[in-house]
């Protein structure tokens, strides 16, 4: 069964710490993304990457930053987390061309920064 | 003005009902247009796959694409308590590097 790992299902961390988020998908997908989930939002796209080192900005890129060192490995990075940062994290994987196959999305990390 | 819009209810039912989701868009370059279904604590899952304007039927799921109207549909047939959850609606252009997302709506089915 294919799937997107994430690394931490729930993280409590303070305002101003630095927050690493990882994803590790195994099915050689080329795209992978970062989305955060908010009551009444719904997803809002952060980051993607469509190969290894090549990463763009999404709809709401600010405080984030990503890194693709490995094409399985896709990481977010709170630089100095804020309070409204507290949300659902979502990773998914995606190939390219899609092949009717949408998104495979990872079970989510539900981040609390106090 | 969003770029989806999709009602996020809540919609409460009875088991065995027919059940009706919707959600409109703003964005004529649409091509791919899908369903995810997301239990609670999970990530959402592809329920339905359609490409451009016609209804895709799988058991008892029928996705609906209207592109004229800007207007898609989920039903579900014979609604179980399983399916309850939140459907998310999502469509992206010609390629799938540019998805967008309805809000979700919740759906509760009783038995």
């Known amino acids: 069964d294919v799937k997107v790992t994430q690394s931490s299902r729930y993280l409590v961390k303070r305002t101003g710490e630095k927050v690493f988020l990882e994803c590790v998908q195994d099915?050689?997908?080329?795209?992978m993304f970062w989305y955060r989930q908010d009551p009444g939002l719904g997803l809002r796209l952060i980051y993607f990457?469509?190969?290894?080192?090549?990463?763009e900005k999404g709809d709401i890129p600010e405080g984030y930053s990503v890194s693709r060192e490995k094409k399985e490995r896709f990481s977010l990075i709170l630089e100095s987390a804020s309070t409204n940062q507290t949300s659902m994290y979502l990773c998914?994987?995606?190939?390219?061309?899609?092949?009717?196959?949408?998104?495979?999305f990872g079970s989510g990390t539900r981040l609390t920064v106090v | 003005q969003k770029e989806v819009e999709q009602d996020p209810g809540p919609l409460s039912v009875p088991e065995g009902a027919i059940v009706s989701l919707n959600c409109t868009y703003s964005?004529?370059?649409?091509?791919?247009f899908m369903w995810y279904r997301q239990y609670s604590r999970k990530g959402p899952e592809l329920l339905m796959y359609?490409?451009?304007?016609g209804n895709k039927e799988d058991g008892r799921f029928t996705a609906q694409v209207d592109k004229s109207s800007k207007y898609i549909s989920l039903f579900i047939r014979d609604s179980q308590p399983s399916d309850s959850a939140t459907y998310l609606c999502a469509m992206s252009p010609y390629n799938n590097n540019d998805m967008r997302f309805g809000a979700g709506t919740r759906l509760t089915v009783k038995p």
């Open positions: 990457s469509y190969d290894v080192k090549m990463k």
């Open positions: 964005n004529s370059a649409f091509q791919y």
């Open positions: 359609t490409y451009s304007s």
């Open positions: 998914a994987s995606s190939l390219y061309p899609p092949e009717r196959k949408g998104y495979t």
């Open positions: 099915m050689d997908h080329e795209n």
